[in-house]
């Protein structure tokens, strides 16, 4: 306040110096500027660096008008001014202060009129619309407290009708009056229901979730499309219709804790707008006529969308914006009024302001892009029962939802799983009046479909889905005794599918691994220094981080991606709101889904040819060991040498789960364990029908085994030995032991025994992934739409253009196993020439599963002092982990070779070969020599001792980072910690029996490729199989037009496409060589099934990057 009373003294100074000097011309007056506003607002901490900032303009004064004063006294008695500064706050009286406009006609900054439109929202979002700005899709409900029946509202489970307008949740409600800050957002059953209640700020909260699902029923609001926004919001700040000042900051919705500094002020960036975004500026501030205005942007599927317009607002605690008001302000009241008052005074006309930007130095390599494709987390089992059915209500369901138009349906929605169980029980009570009826329905089947679908008491489309197919001619006859009973006819094959949910385990483990992952990110100054990982915190708060996380359609892929988006960003709370916000849903073109009921033609055969061999009743033979395991892998031979004789091993099994299941009944007997409560609210009732169900479907009538049945097997005794350990079932062990060996020969090889079968399947599977990863690498040279960071506001960030880009796939087993196959056998490297690429296919064919948490991850990095055409500038790593560690895996797990060990390549070369974004000079920040500590870790000897806990963080080290012993830095600890949820109860983790295993760490399978070799090594992927493609689409059907042919790359020589096992070359040439291609390649035909449609290569991706 001091500079201002010195105005004010100099206003005093001036009229004394005015009676000394009388030959100074009387017109040379000063301008008033009057503030008219609540005290707490003019008082205000901006209000106040701004006005010292405008009392330095020569001819101006400011009078700020007493509250008392405008609260009690008639607007004659208020100051005179000659430019008001006015504005509404609660308990503002705007009539008088219109009432005063009239009678004094002062020039306003902001009108006043206007200001009774911005204090109602469906005002605003009418200016909005009529200004052509634009702004999510919406609908006013206007509730008539006289008649409250006349509004139309129509609210069903996942949905809204207003005035006959529907909105799918997640969607968003506001009260109509701007002033109420209660809005809510709904979200939808398949991410967990319940809605988010955002408030006015109150301490470091400002949203609560709620398990509420149902709207408001008393006052009027305006109900709108949620919109994507990966969790920021952009609020905007004009001085005018020329200037604008934006800051992101964390989107309220997103955990409801606002992120506040050292100071205790919310954190938030100023951000770079584009044309586009400067130009609603400016229409906004003409719209409503407030030169001062705020408002709020919501960026969101590249489009930038008005949600709200606030008025009179100003930035806090940013300096230049001060600065910069003040000018604006100041001149704009000088440029109207100085010619009126014959004030001698001319535009000042200033250089523009040069954005500099620093850049990072030395050879550090900038980190620039993470490509992660991870398995979802820890589930429980997965079940589906199969059955038959005619029934015209059947056939009348399958038609009203469509079914016919592909043959197929697919129902998850709560009202439609209903309409199924409706069925089925009505279905069953005929079958009980009267049993001679026309209903051929099993009762088994049909009161297991009762039973599933009533589980949980409500429905949540995570938890179940019903798969309907037409069968033109009924189901194929099985066997002869059936023959009579069977109908000719059309009927429908019903699949019900459930359990395979995240576990509470999952949730922790996937949440672990975000906390983890963020320690692959450079840097961690300032308010983050020695937290280990804070350097992606710094970066993302900073929104120099553009991060997309896709996921699969299912449930536990969704939450596993949301559970770690939480880990990664350290958010709090619910995983609904996260999921809703943060995670896309990426079943398009085939990205992660994959149709596990279309498979191809190659993996029917591999499916049957595997059958073939594991129905031989005797010891495996050297032919066994030929046909099963032709690429030699040491998981499979092991495996096979455990099992020995593959009928007398299932003879086993069979024998050990009849044991299983009559144990289980014995504890059901006895009352003491009758209501036992297993993990995860199972019941033994549940356990057995569990058991029982494999035991009858694991050995067929004829005597022979359902081999499609063991990973189902492997799959429920893993989850039994980890979580329901507490039962006590006696030989749970040796049937882990023995169906695991199985496992580890029947999943793998389902994709494809040799490699030429490894390779045809993969494609099938991922090859719209390849080419996203592809698009991931190459935009990484400059990208327009992330959000960019405004040089001249973001001091104390070293280098504000630059971003990295993170892009996170989460899908299930299909999708890894066949990445790593493409990467393993598509030929990126020569094993015979490359003694790295040659150990870490040894390390990957010793590993024997891809558990839960299994990841894949590519890392891009920059070296700005090469050349930017040469092909050393960018730099690729490629990294493995097989997930989650096994229950008993300790003794022999295969050796990698570290995270990011020193590569013999480049061990004579400079030794500062870190790859990390040298942030350490930030100017505001006290940083570690980060650069030391990454040589240290670049050079350390690749041997580790295994007992070493295998993730320690790297900045556990930063105390004394500066001495330089050789010492190995894992980048991940084995993270076995127990989670903060969770209180570990005698040994035993939560629900009473559980541990969270922890997941391996980071190898790193090869860290010195280019980004030319990698983008070659995909293009061909993908060209080789669109060439396959095209041509079983043109022999199924002409009518694909010529541009959905175009490929990425120049087009190659056609591969021949025969697959058989002849065909393959000696194991040291890559499969694709430069230039021609011999006749004898691999074959790599993609899916010759229509109904996969990978045949868009035209990187037809519908979402924004």
């Known amino acids: 306040m001091g500079q201002m009373e010195a105005g004010m003294k100099n206003e005093m100074f001036r009229q004394e110096d005015m009676e000394d000097d009388e030959i100074e011309s009387p017109s040379e007056r000063q301008i008033v500027v009057g503030i008219c506003a609540m005290m707490r607002k003019s008082k205000s901490k901006p209000m106040t660096q701004i006005l010292e900032r405008l ?21 004659e008695k208020w100051p005179l001014c000659d430019c008001l500064i006015s504005f509404h706050s609660k308990g503002f009286p705007l009539d008088k202060a219109v009432e005063y406009v009239k009678l004094r006609n002062p020039m306003l900054i902001n009108d006043l009129n206007m200001q009774y439109f911005i204090q109602d929202r469906r005002e605003v979002y009418r200016i909005l619309q009529e200004e052509g700005i634009d702004l999510p899709r919406y609908a006013v409900l206007n509730r008539d407290p006289d008649n409250p029946a006349e509004c139309s509202l129509v609210e069903g489970e996942d949905h809204v009708e207003v005035n006959g307008e529907v909105f799918p949740k997640p969607f968003v409600e506001k009260p109509v009056c701007a002033e109420d800050h209660n809005v809510y957002i709904y979200y939808p059953t398949s991410a967990g229901g319940g809605s988010q209640r955002l408030f006015r700020k109150i301490g470091s909260r400002s949203s609560v979730y709620s398990p509420e699902s149902s709207v408001r029923k008393t006052g009027s609001y305006i109900y709108e499309e949620f919109m994507p926004t990966d969790g920021t919001d952009v609020k905007v700040y004009t001085v005018g219709p020329d200037y604008a000042h934006a800051e992101a900051r964390k989107s309220p919705a997103l955990d409801g804790k606002v992120e506040r500094d050292s100071e205790g002020k919310e954190i938030r960036y100023p951000v770079m707008l584009t044309a586009m975004e400067k130009l609603v500026a400016r229409k906004v501030c003409l719209a409503f006529k407030q030169t001062v205005c705020g408002f709020d942007l919501l960026r ?47 535009i000042p006309m200033e250089a523009e302001d040069i954005p500099i930007v620093p850049t990072t130095s030395g050879t550090m390599m900038e980190l620039r892009c993470v490509i992660a494709i991870i398995r979802h987390g820890d589930r429980t089992p997965k079940q589906k029962m199969k059955m038959e059915v005619r029934h015209p209500l059947f056939f009348e369901l399958f038609k009203k939802y469509g079914g016919y138009k592909k043959g197929k349906l697919k129902l998850k929605k709560p009202k439609q799983l209903q309409e199924v169980l409706d069925i089925a029980r009505l279905l069953l009570v005929e079958l009980g009046q009267h049993n001679d009826c026309e209903i051929e329905e099993k009762k088994s089947k049909l009161e297991q479909l009762k039973t599933v ?9 995570i938890n179940r889905k019903v798969q309907l197919t037409y069968l033109r001619n009924g189901q194929p006859k099985a066997s002869s005794e059936e023959e009579d009973c069977k109908k000719d006819g059309p009927s429908l094959q019903l699949v019900l599918k459930w359990g395979g949910e995240l576990t509470p385990a999952g949730r922790v483990q996937a949440e672990e691994l975000g906390r983890a992952f963020r320690c692959m990110y450079p840097g961690g100054q300032g308010d983050f220094a020695g937290f280990p990982g804070c350097g992606l915190l710094r970066l993302h708060s900073t929104y120099r981080h553009d991060l997309k996380i896709y996921a699969s359609d299912e449930g536990r892929v969704q939450m596993t991606a949301a559970a770690f988006a939480k880990g990664l960003l350290a958010l709090e709370g619910e995983l609904t709101p996260i999921l809703v916000q943060m995670v896309k849903s990426a079943n398009m073109n085939g990205l992660l889904d994959s149709d596990s009921d279309s498979l191809t033609d190659c993996q029917q055969k591999v499916k049957a040819r595997l059958h073939e061999i ?49 144990q289980i009944r014995k504890r059901l007997e006895d ?106 690498l190459q935009r990484t040279h400059e990208d327009e739409a992330v959000n960019k960071l405004h040089p001249l506001y973001s001091r104390g960030v070293m280098s504000p253009g630059r971003h990295v880009r993170t892009r996170l796939y989460f899908t299930s087993e299909s999708h890894v196993h066949s990445l790593l196959s493409m990467f393993r056998y598509g030929g990126l490297l020569d094993e015979v020439k490359d003694q790295q690429w040659k150990q870490a296919m040894d390390y ?109 963080v790297l900045s556990e080290s930063f105390p004394n980072a500066s001495s330089k012993g050789p ?71 002409g009518l694909f037009d010529s541009q959905s042919q175009t490929c990425l790359c120049s087009p190659q020589p056609p591969l ?38 990978s045949s868009g290569i035209g990187l037809n991706f519908s979402f924004s990057e």
């Open 55 to 75: 009392c330095k303009f020569d001819y101006i004064d400011v009078v700020i008008f007493p509250e008392e004063v405008v609260l009690e006294e008639p607007v």
């Open 453 to 461: 679908l009533e589980m949980y008491g409500h429905f949540s489309g």
């Open 1056 to 1093: 021949s496409s025969s697959g058989s096992e002849a065909s393959l070359q000696p194991p040291g040439q890559p499969l694709w060589q430069d230039g021609s291609i011999p006749s004898s390649a691999v074959s790599s035909a993609g899916p010759s099934s229509p109904t996969t449609d």
């Open 300 to 346: 969101a599927n590249g489009h930038s969308y008005v949600c709200d317009v606030n008025g009179f607002s100003f930035v806090k605690n940013s300096m230049k914006y001060y600065d910069d008001c003040a000018k604006v302000l100041g001149n704009m009241v000088m440029r109207e009024l100085a010619p009126q008052l014959h004030i001698p005074w001319s």
């Open 671 to 776: 009352p003491k364990s009758a209501d036992l409560q297993l993990y995860h609210s199972e019941t033994l009732e549940l356990m057995l029908q569990r058991w029982s169900k494999l035991e009858r479907d694991f050995r067929m009538k004829n005597g022979r085994y359902d081999i499609s049945k063991i990973p189902d097997i492997y799959d429920c005794i893993k989850y039994d030995s980890q979580h329901n350990a507490s039962v006590g079932l006696e030989d749970t062990l040796e049937l882990f032991r023995l169906s695991r060996a199985l496992a580890d020969i029947v999943i793998p090889q389902e994709y494809g025994i040799s490699k030429a079968e490894k390779l045809d399947i993969a494609q099938a599977y991922c090859v719209p992934l390849m080419k996203k990863i592809y698009l991931d």
């Open 844 to 952: 990957l064919s010793a590993v024997t599963e891809l558990n839960y948490m299994t990841q894949i991850v590519i890392m891009l990095y920059e070296d700005n002092n090469k050349d930017p055409s040469s092909e050393e500038r960018f730099h690729v790593e490629l990294h493995f982990s097989p997930g989650v560690k096994g229950c008993e895996d300790e003794e022999n797990v295969p050796l990698g070779f570290g995270f990011r060990p020193a590569s013999s390549e480049n061990e004579d070369k400079k030794p500062n070969q870190g790859s990390l974004e040298d942030l350490s000079q930030d100017q505001t920040d006290d940083a570690l020599p980060v650069t030391e500590l990454i040589n240290l870790q670049r050079k350390s000897p690749m041997i580790r001792n295994r007992k070493a806990g295998s993730m320690e």
């Open 967 to 1037: 010492t190995s830095h894992r980048l991940f600890q084995s993270c076995s910690r127990q989670s903060p949820e969770i209180k570990p109860a005698g040994g035993l983790g939560f629900e009473g029996c559980s541990m969270v295993p922890s997941i391996y760490p980071l190898e790193t399978l090869h860290n010195s490729l280019s980004l030319k070799q990698v983008e070659e090594f995909l293009s061909k992927v993908c060209e080789s199989s669109a060439e396959a493609q095209a041509k079983t689409m043109k022999a199924l059907s």
């Open 614 to 662: 594991m129905q031989s009743d005797h010891e495996f033979t050297q032919e066994d060991y030929q046909k099963l395991a032709p690429t030699g892998s040491p998981s499979l031979v092991n495996s096979m040498k455990v099992i020995e004789n593959p009928v007398k091993t299932c003879d086993k099994v069979y024998a050990l789960i009849q044991s299983l299941t009559s």
